[in-house]
């Protein structure tokens, strides 16, 4: 189970792309480990508002500072980018902007709709904050008709204070119904290795599934940095599938469960949940 190395004629596209227009992923922001497979095949994971982020969430590699202010030609630089890489499949996320009145949600908004303008048929998954799980915020991500939406558990219930510096278990769970609710393709991801037992993760996919979650991603957590939690348990592939099989068994559209897999891993899969 090893990582590619980031190289190729794509990846230095995408590498280069994303440098000339100040764009921000979060594969690089984050550390994932499949970066350099993603970039290769010329896709990439959009990380919008900043690189700053107001939580501090003792998993996440992205840093935890003041935000910069919000740069209003972001969604146009971003919407060309991906018309010139060509893609058919994008997945949008963003740092938390606490700071904000909106959290982002108007800049959300606008983000897609400009990206719909200049790239029609192309698909779009937003991994979302929470937003405090305000109705009227999420609605505003919504009406701009995204393909798919995603906010991430990130871990089961007992571990959520320990992993997540903000965020609780129930609000996460009722941004995911506030989703569903409206008709949206809803998906979230977990990671195992923190120190979680089986039960508690077949209780999440439960909660989820009572929550109108459709896709469900699962992949081993990676400490990407000496200052953030340790792995406390690698889990064998066997066990993944195990989750995988009792992911679809409980009406799961779509699971993806093994150790390298991320929230945005193998998303244009995902469109039609």
Known sequence: MKSQLPKGENYSKVKRLIADHHLNTIC??????????????GTAS?????????????????KNDVPDEVDWMEPLRLAKTIR?????????TSVTRDDLPDGGAEFWATTI???????????????????NANPELIKMVID???????????TVRRLTP???????YD???KTISIISGAGMVAKSGIM??????????????????????KVLTIGQYLQPDSNLLPVQQYITPEIFGMYRAEGLKRGFSHVESSPLVRSSYHAERHVNA
């Open 144 to 154: 701009a008709s995204p393909d798919v939406i995603s906010h991430n558990m990130e």
């Open 113 to 131: 709709r400009k990206i719909k303008e200049l790239n029609p048929f192309t698909t779009i998954e937003t991994l979302i904050p929470d937003f």
């Open 46 to 62: 959009f990380m919008i508002l900043g690189d700053k982020c107001t939580r501090n969430c003792r998993f996440c590699y992205v």
């Open 192 to 213: 195992v290795g923190l120190g979680e037992t089986e039960t508690e993760v077949l209780q999440t996919m439960d909660d989820l599934r009572d929550a109108g979650c």
């Open 28 to 41: 690089t922001s984050g550390n994932c480990p499949n970066k350099g497979e993603c970039w290769n095949a």
């Open 162 to 168: 320990k992993v997540r510096s903000t965020a609780r």
């Open 171 to 173: 609000r996460s769970l």
């Open 84 to 92: 010139t890489l060509g893609l058919k499949h994008c997945v949008v």
